[in-house]
């Protein structure tokens, strides 16, 4: 289940077919290949990947210990903050028992706690929502009893004292259900979905809570999903996966835009239930308001009962609704290089850095090998690979919950181990007994904190798009702008800094000039070669070093030569030192085309990153690079990034050089590239591989999206032979067009 501050779903697991999926147990105890044009690339051998990254980042596997919960079916799990995760309801299915225990998780010792909670304790459910509010409490909202009847009941447990409260609630209830999701936004409990009806339907509608008058709102038709993801992000809510009326994995991405419409700003109007025509029934208050009433229908196996609280709204029909106000988008990805497949393996989902993470997991329908963790930037709609499977998941564990920071960060996965019987199939363990943490930042992602909104950097996916920001308005970029005005001008200027002029150097060039450091020292011959490659002086203030670059502030309290002369040479080209500058000046690496033109100078910036120890600098500009990553500077990034011991972005680029050699080649960057670097980046090819073009590119599958090793009869390729000579190759394509557009509709 998603269950973060910022998305949360009904704790059913995405991937596998059918209504309950994946493997559970009993209740709780206490014991790149794609193709270019003209050129395809042979695969990496998995020998040859294992050497690459052997020096990478690998997530590690964790035993938990103490009262471990079951594997139970839609329970929620979520991340509370304080290396806190909590665990609420679920259903087993081999007992057919519903529960509601509290269980937290110390990611710190990994020790599972039977939490013992107080108060209007809620009646067993499975299929609800858990999201995080205000910190210190979870509002769950909806599932199903052990009745199999739909629950519109919101519950808040304090997570500080353990105790269950019910506010008054007014306005028109909702239709009770399950296995929708849920979203915390501007002090509104977003619902979208679920399953509902005395014969189970699938619902289309949206409607929210407001947490400060505790007041439904009315609802509106939107998307009918359910088990699905939502989240928040740029002021729109999100829906991403889950399942249609049709009863199909789907991998559509809605979202509704909250800022722009009224509806979702005033306070809603509170009235009778919108089931009262359908089911007579007491007011909204007597379900809220007063003291528990005995219950005519009998406690489960579990001993307990649905508690007052829990409303159950069974419209038999879907009523008709407006569509929601505000803006709705719809994007259909049908398939692509990067695109996961919905219905193969188990998948969960998590908001970060302004994209939707795509766990795609071990399970009986995947491949191992064929699992990863993909990302798609909403501000682009573009999918992309972060990394491969193997070099995350072991493929002897199964894993049934997905939890990630308020930061994100970092994000957990709960499962269990397989083990293999007598005969040969593989069994679960009964319990959620190990854990998985892994790094986001170490693929690239800055965190929430660190993202952009809509409209202020969106990462361009290929040479031809050029994206240019507008120049940002503040105190900084005012100040940058007098870089190129001297101290005499009045800028208020006090300190010089040169760098090397924007030119490749050839080895005996960089060995040359490899111990010139200050613009002052004697000219020697040495010296003046290196003086004629100086750059133009940038104009800068000392307090602003001072108090951005660490560097500089040891450097100048130590009263260095630079100290006295107020003047400083950085080896590194006039065009990365200025994006440097201006980093400091604004904090921001975005495109600007004065400052920061292109991916070469972020390129430049992730070493300078690495020489002063800057990790957020580092950060950004990781994830720049890796989600702008194009043919033109394909090279240059995989060249920096090995300075830099950035592995990750080093396979990623390496990959994506591979992937489109033929063009990689051809471009300055590679051509700038030193003899070293060539030669190593070439090596990165297994030993077998080899390039292939023309009609053979055609036979193995390279324009119509076969695999390799997958040939085909001989008559087919015969006919593709026949094709190719044809001259129906299609050598007119463009290849980042194929790339890009991932199969995307868009409505």
């Known amino acids: 289940m998603n269950s973060t501050p910022h998305s949360t779903g009904s704790g059913f697991q995405q991937g596998q077919a059918g209504i309950i999926q994946g493997t559970f147990s009993h209740p709780i105890r206490t014991p790149g290949s794609a193709s270019t044009n003209n050129t395809y690339l042979m695969p990496t051998s998995p020998s040859k990947r294992a050497r690459m990254s052997k020096d990478s980042y690998k997530p590690k596997i964790a035993r938990t210990c103490g009262q471990r919960p079951a594997c139970l079916v839609n329970a929620s799990v979520t991340y509370c903050g304080n290396n806190q995760i909590y665990a609420f309801g679920g259903f087993d299915q081999y007992t057919d028992e519903v529960y509601n225990h509290v269980l937290r998780l110390d990611l710190n010792t990994l020790q599972w706690t039977l939490v013992d909670n107080y108060g209007d304790i809620p009646g067993v ?140 700003k005033s306070v809603p109007a509170y009235g009778i239930s919108e089931s009262s025509t359908e089911r007579p029934g007491p007011s909204p208050r007597s379900h809220f308001g007063q003291p528990p009433q005995p219950q005519s229908v009998p406690a489960g196996s579990s001993g307990y009962a649905a508690n007052s609280s829990s409303v159950q709204i069974r419209g038999s029909t879907l009523a008709a609704k407006s569509v929601a106000p505000g803006a709705i988008s719809c994007t259909k990805f049908i398939s692509g290089p990067n695109v996961p497949l919905p219905g193969l393996g188990t998948h969960f989902h998590c908001y970060s850095s302004g994209a939707l993470l795509d766990f795609v997991t071990p399970a009986g329908t995947i491949r191992s090998s064929d699992c990863n963790l993909s990302a798609l930037e909403l501000g682009s709609q573009q999918w992309q690979k972060l990394a491969e499977g193997p070099e995350i998941f072991d493929p002897s564990y199964r894993w049934h919950y997905c939890a990630v920071n308020e930061d994100g960060t970092k994000a957990w996965l709960l499962g269990c181990v397989m083990e293999s019987s007598e005969n040969g199939v593989a069994n679960f363990e009964e319990y959620l007994s190990d854990v998985i943490a892994l790094d986001l930042q170490e693929f690239g992602l800055l965190g929430n904190d660190l993202t952009w909104e809509p409209g202020t950097e969106k990462p361009k996916n290929h040479a031809s798009v050029a994206h240019v920001t507008s120049k940002p308005s503040s105190l900084g970029a005012n100040l940058a702008a007098m870089f190129d005005q001297p101290v005499e001008s009045g800028a208020g200027s006090d300190f010089v800094i040169t760098a090397n002029k924007d030119e490749p150097f050839d080895d005996d060039d960089m060995s040359a000039i490899s111990s010139f450091t200050n613009i002052d020292t004697p000219q020697t011959p040495q010296y003046l070669s290196a003086t004629a490659r100086t750059s133009p002086p940038i104009h800068v203030h000392k307090l602003i070093l001072q108090a951005r670059w660490p560097h500089f502030s040891r450097m100048y309290n130590s009263q260095m030569s630079e100290f006295h002369t107020n003047k400083l040479h950085i080896q590194e080209p006039y ?117 292939i073009g023309g009609e053979e590119l055609e036979v193995v599958g390279g324009f119509g999206g076969g695999k390799l090793g997958v040939g085909g009869s001989g008559s087919d390729l015969a006919r593709r032979r026949a094709r190719a000579q044809a001259g129906n190759v299609g050598d007119e394509m463009d290849d980042n067009e194929v790339q890009d557009d991932e199969g995307m509709e868009i409505n």
């Open 125 to 264: 459910r499975m299929g609800h929502t858990a999201c995080l509010w205000q910190g210190s409490k979870l509002l769950v909202y909806g599932g199903e009893n052990e009745h199999r009847e739909y629950l519109s009941d919101l519950v808040i447990y304090d997570l500080k004292t353990s105790h269950w409260t019910q506010p008054e609630i007014r306005g028109p209830i909702p239709k009770g259900r399950a296995r929708h999701a849920a979203a915390v936004y501007d002090d509104k409990l977003f619902v979208v979905g679920g399953l509902a009806g005395t014969e189970t339907y699938t619902l289309d509608e949206i409607c929210y809570l407001d947490l400060k008058t505790w007041t439904w709102s009315r609802s509106w038709t939107f998307v009918a999903r359910y088990d699905h993801s939502t989240w928040i992000w740029g002021g729109r809510i999100w829906v991403y996966g889950g399942i249609g009326p049709d009863m199909e994995r789907t991998g559509d991405l809605w979202s509704l835009d909250l800022k722009s419409s009224p509806a979702f």
């Open 575 to 691: 065009n990365v030192v200025r994006a440097f500058l201006y980093y400091l000046y604004t904090d921001s690496i975005e495109r600007h085309p004065e400052y920061c033109p292109g991916l070469a100078e972020v390129a430049g910036l992730l070493v300078m990153s690495d020489v002063y120890d800057m990790p957020e600098l580092r950060l950004k500009c990781v994830h720049r690079l890796s989600r702008e990553l194009d043919v033109d500077n394909a090279a240059v990034v995989w060249e920096r990034a090995g300075t830099a011991n950035e592995e990750w972005l080093k396979r990623r680029a390496a990959t994506y050089c591979l992937t489109h050699w033929g063009r990689v080649v051809r471009t300055e960057s590679f051509k700038c590239l030193s003899r070293r670097s060539m030669i190593e980046l070439m090596e990165v090819i297994d030993v077998d591989g080899r390039v």
